[in-house]
């Protein structure tokens, strides 16, 4: 079972976001558990003070490190120089592996792949930042990680907390009806690496469901004409390769329009660099 704790100064957020669809289903079926922590618990005045004005100056109000700490040391995670030097992943099935997660404009980017890294984890600590931010002493001292899920200020690492839940819960072996689903979606790579020896081979998508790491190709359903705009015919034609080709040709013609970033991440086939180099082409015309 995963488990995921969250520290926050709203637990009653929680109560929505956290309450439907594969999250809900996951905690039902006993597969992750989510704990909220109420950080105002954690205040040692009667006001249950968690916030203070940084030193130096400046607008706005800044997390304290005492509340913090107390919190999530009541949790009983392991030190965090004993976090940062075991490896990320558990070694193996049963062994403990937790982290601390700050949530953090300042922190790395939260990805497909960060993801997939936090599901191999048994506990998962998220602290929830407000205000102007967190005393850097929580960053430095208490939390093995930040994590930003984007580039942009949000009022508070709230929303952040609920999107890594449920990022990682459809991870969790059990979580989705269809194990497939989760190796067919945008950002997840279904490439992999074949290594014999020194060599390694690139392995290409081998299912009509498969982008590969790009962006999503389209999706069409019943009934195939709606208002004037007809399904595709290749994809009712039930020719598995066309249908194939088809799907990798339009990924990689909305990666190039919307995310040209990722085709730079991504191992292209030589079928896909041809594919590439017509669209770019037809982009120029």
Known sequence: ??????????????????????????????????????????????????????FGGGEGMVLKPEPLF???????????????????????????????????????????????????LERIVLICGRYEGVDERVADGLADREISIGDYVLSGGELGAAVIVDTVARLIPGALGNEASAQQESFTAARKLRAEGSNSQAVGPDSTCSSGGLLDY????????????????????????QIRKWRRRKALEKTLRNRPDLLERETLSEEDRRLLTELSAGRRD
């Open 1 to 54: 079972m995963a488990t995921f704790e969250i520290v926050t100064i709203f637990p009653d957020f929680f109560r929505g976001p956290l309450d439907y669809g594969i999250v809900r289903r996951a905690r039902e079926s006993k597969l992750i558990e989510i704990s909220i922590h109420d950080l105002r618990d954690f205040a040692t005045d009667k006001h249950r003070t968690v916030d203070d004005r940084p």
């Open 218 to 241: 389209p999706h069409y359903t019943r009934p195939a004409e709606f208002r004037g705009m007809t399904a595709p015919e290749v994809l009712i034609g039930g020719n598995h390769e």
């Open 70 to 120: 107390k919190c999530v040391e009541s949790l009983g995670v392991a030190p965090r120089e004993q976090r940062l030097k075991k490896p990320k992943p558990k070694p193996k099935p049963g062994a403990a592996a937790e982290s601390v997660i700050l949530l953090s404009p300042q922190g790395e980017l939260f990805t497909q792949a960060v993801a997939q890294d936090l599901a191999e």
